[in-house]
């Protein structure tokens, strides 16, 4: 059982001792993080949010102190008094190690068993363990110091977005249950037999009625959640910093959204980004990496050979076009000779993971060019395409012949993967870009009907609002994302705010007047009372904590987050409930329960 602290009050903390505090009494307290017995003294580390402090016990001490001392083993919690003294060994690993803490008063505050892992950052403990411990997982340093690094950037986009008159209002959790997204959570109103909440995928509708509202400049730092098959950086519960402005259009949001990105990057990575941040276009970006969230910290950009090949002896590239489709090719330029054949299949496997049914290549080296597909064209052909490519001695040169889409999702997707095999991208280079004039639509094949890209209340380009029920494929909307590295952190929109439009909008997404009033009634009802033009952006809050703590696992970032499967391993969350609880809502499941 542990001892109280009595009299023992914290003066420091352990990684603030400094030489300056030699001489000085202290009292500090936290974990120790390991102990060394040499007989006639004992070393320990004493560690707290702020670091690792050496503290000594030796025949200075009463017997009876020393007694305890000797039975303190790993994480007990202690609280010691001393006084600092300059070490004689010094610790150079460590910000206080020129100076220790002789103890003279010591309460074992709480004692600890053997953890089942350990705390230490190269610990190499399986991911399982690290979540169904993560109290243990947590007071690891680098943990920490990602928590920390959270909360210091939420301070500052507050601070930011204070200093530019936005409001931080709170929207509701339990709202209503909207179309057009993820799947919804939802949660069984007690009061209201066989209703139901949704929790919300994002504040959009209600931040667009708080535009309705006058409130002028809006923001919050909130959580979202989408009940979705989780992809390696995803997680059912996630955070947005979320902005709405009224009175503006695209060049107002982009403007103060790169004012925060440099403050965000300045205050919290030293670094000054380079403004106007660079911008091109959706097509752009598709056609020459693509994926509409490029990576431009190197090369490697997609080039189009459909026209030098549509009536080429090769029917794989032939037929793809024939079928209103492309072929396309990377260069891996000056990198050929890190490629073997077994590095080329398994760059094959992985393109097929995006659909692409194969991969096609010409390796040009100071022997001359390999290539398997080279008997099937004519010399002219073949090096019509070498030079379309622009390839030289030490290139590498990958195609994908298929649908347009599946040559941009396989080749957008080989060409980072190429880049990360090859370990040449700098993670501390920094590269944004604007990704602005997305299509308004997409097509659901699934459903088959256009659905919206973004949501259903973005703004097309004025110029296109007269293509909306003649060619939707061709609009383009008012939206844009910020990517960063090839990854998106944040996107946004101009929003409808004239009910006619909204109407037609609708109206091309498949939704009748009466579907369109049951869904969004609130919203469409608001709109006639005098809507000012609004738009906003919202950042992925998590994707951006692993960008700036240099970690590529979302699951480092997030206090107590979920596994793929979306279940947390630390409170066996979710769990069934009793039959009690599921009558209080109303609530028969199909599966048998004994409870």
């Not at 007690?190 to 919300?200: K, Q």
């Not at 609708?506 to 009802?525: C, I, N, P, R």
């Given at each position: 059982?542990?001892?109280?602290?009595?009299?023992?009050?914290?003066?420091?903390?352990?990684?603030?001792?400094?030489?300056?505090?030699?001489?000085?009494?202290?009292?500090?307290?936290?974990?120790?993080?390991?102990?060394?017995?040499?007989?006639?003294?004992?070393?320990?580390?004493?560690?707290?949010?702020?670091?690792?402090?050496?503290?000594?016990?030796?025949?200075?001490?009463?017997?009876?102190?020393?007694?305890?001392?000797?039975?303190?083993?790993?994480?007990?919690?202690?609280?010691?008094?001393?006084?600092?003294?300059?070490?004689?060994?010094?610790?150079?690993?460590?910000?206080?190690?020129?100076?220790?803490?002789?103890?003279?008063?010591?309460?074992?505050?709480?004692?600890?068993?053997?953890?089942?892992?350990?705390?230490?950052?190269?610990?190499?403990?399986?991911?399982?363990?690290?979540?169904?411990?993560?109290?243990?997982?947590?007071?690891?340093?680098?943990?920490?110091?990602?928590?920390?690094?959270?909360?210091?950037?939420?301070?500052?986009?507050?601070?930011?977005?204070?200093?530019?008159?936005?409001?931080?209002?709170?929207?509701?959790?339990?709202?209503?249950?909207?179309?057009?997204?993820?799947?919804?959570?939802?949660?069984?109103?007690?009061?209201?037999?066989?209703?139901?909440?949704?929790?919300?995928?994002?504040?959009?509708?209600?931040?667009?009625?708080?535009?309705?509202?006058?409130?002028?400049?809006?923001?919050?730092?909130?959580?979202?959640?989408?009940?979705?098959?989780?992809?390696?950086?995803?997680?059912?519960?996630?955070?947005?910093?979320?902005?709405?402005?009224?009175?503006?259009?695209?060049?107002?949001?982009?403007?103060?959204?790169?004012?925060?990105?440099?403050?965000?990057?300045?205050?919290?990575?030293?670094?000054?980004?380079?403004?106007?941040?660079?911008?091109?276009?959706?097509?752009?970006?598709?056609?020459?990496?693509?994926?509409?969230k490029p990576d431009l910290r190197f090369g490697f950009e997609l080039k189009d050979i459909s026209d030098l090949v549509k009536n080429c002896g090769f029917k794989v590239f032939s037929g793809a076009i024939e079928n209103n489709g492309a072929v396309r090719g990377i260069n891996v330029k000056g990198y050929g000779d890190k490629f073997t054949r077994k590095d080329i299949t398994a760059l094959e496997d992985y393109a097929k993971t995006y659909g692409a049914k194969g991969l096609a290549w010409i390796k040009i080296t100071e022997e001359g060019v390999t290539s398997p597909i080279a008997k099937f064209f004519s010399e002219e052909e073949f090096t019509n395409i070498i030079e379309r490519m622009e390839g030289e001695k030490g290139d590498l040169i990958l195609f994908v012949a298929d649908k347009k889409s599946i040559v941009f999702d396989s080749l957008g997707n080989l060409r980072n993967e190429v880049a990360k095999r090859l370990n040449i991208i700098d993670p501390n280079d920094m590269k944004l870009v604007w990704v602005t004039e997305f299509p308004l639509f997409e097509f659901d094949e699934e459903e088959n009907r256009y659905v919206a890209k973004h949501h259903p209340f973005t703004h097309p380009m004025e110029e296109d609002i007269e293509l909306l029920e003649s060619h939707p494929e061709k609009v383009r909307a008012k939206a844009y994302d910020i990517v960063i590295n090839g990854d998106e952190m944040g996107g946004g929109s101009i929003r409808i705010n004239n009910s006619t439009l909204q109407k037609k909008m609708f109206s091309a997404l498949g939704f009748t007047e009466e579907e369109a009033w049951d869904k969004f009634g609130f919203l469409l009802e608001a709109f006639k009372y005098g809507t000012p033009p609004h738009g906003g952006i919202a950042y992925g809050f998590d994707r951006l904590i692993m960008l700036l703590s240099n970690t590529s696992n979302i699951r480092d970032v997030v206090a107590f987050p979920k596994t793929q499967s979306a279940t947390c391993l630390m409170t066996n969350a979710p769990t069934v409930v009793s039959h009690k609880q599921l009558q209080e809502v109303h609530i028969q499941t199909t599966k048998n329960q004994n409870i």
């Amino acid at each position: 059982m542990g001892e109280k602290m009595g009299n023992l009050r914290r003066t420091i903390m352990c990684g603030e001792l400094r030489p300056e505090h030699d001489g000085k009494e202290v009292v500090l307290m936290g974990w120790v993080q390991r102990e060394r017995n040499l007989g006639s003294i004992i070393f320990m580390d004493l560690r707290d949010t702020t670091g690792i402090a050496q503290i000594v016990f030796d025949n200075t001490v009463s017997s009876e102190v020393f007694n305890k001392a000797e039975k303190i083993r790993s994480e007990f919690v202690l609280a010691i008094k001393g006084k600092v003294r300059i070490r004689q060994s010094i610790n150079k690993e460590i910000p206080t190690g020129e100076v220790e803490v002789l103890v003279d008063e010591l309460k074992i505050l709480d004692e600890s068993e053997t953890t089942p892992i350990y705390i230490k950052d190269d610990d190499n403990v399986s991911e399982s363990m690290r979540l169904k411990y993560r109290y243990l997982d947590l007071r690891k340093p680098s943990m920490q110091e990602r928590l920390k690094l959270r909360a210091k950037t939420a301070k500052v986009v507050r601070d930011f977005l204070d200093e530019n008159s936005f409001i931080e209002i709170e929207t509701p959790m339990l709202t209503k249950p909207t179309p057009e997204g993820a799947r919804d959570y939802l949660v069984p109103s007690r009061v209201n037999p066989g209703e139901f909440y949704a929790l919300p995928q994002s504040p959009q509708l209600m931040k667009q009625l708080l535009m309705v509202a006058g409130m002028d400049r809006y923001f919050q730092i909130v959580k979202c959640f989408r009940d979705e098959d989780l992809r390696a950086n995803r997680q059912p519960e996630f955070t947005q910093i979320d902005i709405e402005m009224s009175f503006v259009d695209i060049e107002d949001i982009i403007s103060i959204n790169e004012q925060l990105l440099y403050r965000l990057f300045k205050e919290l990575k030293g670094v000054e980004i380079d403004l106007p941040i660079k911008r091109i276009t959706y097509n752009e970006a598709m056609e020459r990496y693509g994926v509409d969230k490029p990576d431009l910290r190197f090369g490697f950009e997609l080039k189009d050979i459909s026209d030098l090949v549509k009536n080429c002896g090769f029917k794989v590239f032939s037929g793809a076009i024939e079928n209103n489709g492309a072929v396309r090719g990377i260069n891996v330029k000056g990198y050929g000779d890190k490629f073997t054949r077994k590095d080329i299949t398994a760059l094959e496997d992985y393109a097929k993971t995006y659909g692409a049914k194969g991969l096609a290549w010409i390796k040009i080296t100071e022997e001359g060019v390999t290539s398997p597909i080279a008997k099937f064209f004519s010399e002219e052909e073949f090096t019509n395409i070498i030079e379309r490519m622009e390839g030289e001695k030490g290139d590498l040169i990958l195609f994908v012949a298929d649908k347009k889409s599946i040559v941009f999702d396989s080749l957008g997707n080989l060409r980072n993967e190429v880049a990360k095999r090859l370990n040449i991208i700098d993670p501390n280079d920094m590269k944004l870009v604007w990704v602005t004039e997305f299509p308004l639509f997409e097509f659901d094949e699934e459903e088959n009907r256009y659905v919206a890209k973004h949501h259903p209340f973005t703004h097309p380009m004025e110029e296109d609002i007269e293509l909306l029920e003649s060619h939707p494929e061709k609009v383009r909307a008012k939206a844009y994302d910020i990517v960063i590295n090839g990854d998106e952190m944040g996107g946004g929109s101009i929003r409808i705010n004239n009910s006619t439009l909204q109407k037609k909008m609708f109206s091309a997404l498949g939704f009748t007047e009466e579907e369109a009033w049951d869904k969004f009634g609130f919203l469409l009802e608001a709109f006639k009372y005098g809507t000012p033009p609004h738009g906003g952006i919202a950042y992925g809050f998590d994707r951006l904590i692993m960008l700036l703590s240099n970690t590529s696992n979302i699951r480092d970032v997030v206090a107590f987050p979920k596994t793929q499967s979306a279940t947390c391993l630390m409170t066996n969350a979710p769990t069934v409930v009793s039959h009690k609880q599921l009558q209080e809502v109303h609530i028969q499941t199909t599966k048998n329960q004994n409870i």
